[in-house]
């Protein structure tokens, strides 16, 4: 028996090396500013950037605050609402447990050899990544250019990232 979407070994052709094979692309979108929620969309650019894929990220909503100057530096671990923190939940609203998070993050963060985000944004952006801000978000946080790191290529529209990002696999974080 054979179901719709298994292939049949048998069947399969081995397929054919592209003449001039096209540049991989990934366009993620950072949607949240945590410590522990931003690294994961920063990790994943520097990955695929080695591996020489074109990237582009998009900061909407509180991603913005990545590259936003003055907060990229005060970025924090949100305990409260966070399932897979292996506090009990009556503890992560105390007062201290989110400094207290966020130090032991960046302490094992700086163990492993990994760059703060600032440092990680400037590392990005000198392999080639584009970043983008949200103008939606920036309208509605108040922001203007200069509010942004340099690092940040333009503000764009959603629809444009989208336009830009035709053929890339998108990653929302």
Known sequence: MSLP???DPAAAAAPTPAAHPATRKLALICAKSGLDECYPVLIMANAARMTGMDVSIFFTFYGLDVVTKNKVDKLWVNMVGNPSTPMPPFLMGLPG??????SMMKKKMAELDLPPPHEMIEMLAASGCKLYGCELAMKMFGRTDDDLLPQVHSVITA?????????????FV
């Open 159 to 171: 629809t444009d990232f989208f336009d830009m990002s035709e053929g890339a696999q998108i990653v």
């Open 97 to 102: 447990m989110e400094v207290m998070a966020t």
């Open 5 to 7: 979407f298994a292939r």
